[in-house]
């Protein structure tokens, strides 16, 4: 588990790289205390996953990866973690951001297709939820050192990994560890595209 000191330090971690995100920035846009929310959702996300033993980090902020496998996260846990990992949110958050952080959520989910990987003959994956990097850290290998593990695990279980992104500048990035973009989804009341990835287990 992380002390207080160290959950400071990756929750800063992941707003600093995740504020440029086209998600996030649609989630909190026009809200006056965005980076308190964001801030809070993401301790809580960090807390709730580690709990789990679904973080993996590299020393002194470098870099945070949140996973999981389908196989061992019936959808009972994997309701049970989101669900802790927002109690951060809720306890800072008033009734007016509330109603519209939901809905926004709600207009995001539209365009990220529920176990859309199953229509590609992948039942048991890996799932990654969030992986970051300290800018400081770019070109010291990183990003690989927090992928590695996770790669290498997957190949022993034969399980293929996917993700979603709404950031187009990361799809070259996960293109290079090995995967492809299988299908995208538009929404253009909201100007997002949700980018569904896939690296098989034999790569």
């Known amino acids: 588990m992380l002390n207080e000191n160290e959950l ?7 707003k ?3 504020m ?10 026009g809200l006056d ?10 301790a809580g996300q960090i807390q709730a996953f580690m709990v789990e033993n679904a973080v993996q980090v590299l020393p002194d902020g ?13 959808e009972e846990r994997l309701t049970q973690v989101m669900q802790q990992s927002a109690q951060q949110l809720l306890a800072v958050v008033n009734p007016e951001e509330l109603q519209l952080l939901s809905d926004r959520a709600v207009c995001q989910a539209q365009i990220i297709p529920s176990n859309w990987h199953l229509a590609y003959g992948a039942t048991d994956v890996y799932h990654l939820l969030v ?5 400081s850290a770019r070109g010291s290998g990183a ?33 290079h560890f090995g995967f492809q973009l299988m ?3 538009r929404s253009d009341d909201i100007g997002l595209t949700c980018y569904c990835m896939m690296r098989s287990a034999e790569n």
């Open 183 to 185: 299908e995208s989804h």
């Open 143 to 175: 990003f690989r050192k927090l992928l590695t593990p996770v790669l290498k695990k997957c190949a022993a279980n034969q399980e293929p990994m996917v993700l979603e992104t709404f950031n187009p500048d990361n799809l070259p990035i996960y293109e």
């Open 8 to 14: 400071k330090t990756y929750t800063q971690l992941m």
């Open 33 to 42: 205390r965005a980076d308190l929310l964001i801030e809070a959702q993401f």
């Open 20 to 29: 440029e995100d086209p998600g996030v920035i649609f989630q909190v846009n």
């Open 16 to 18: 600093t790289r995740f």
């Open 131 to 135: 992986i970051a990097t300290d800018k």
């Open 62 to 74: 470098q870099g945070l990866l949140i996973g999981y496998a389908t196989r061992e996260w019936p």
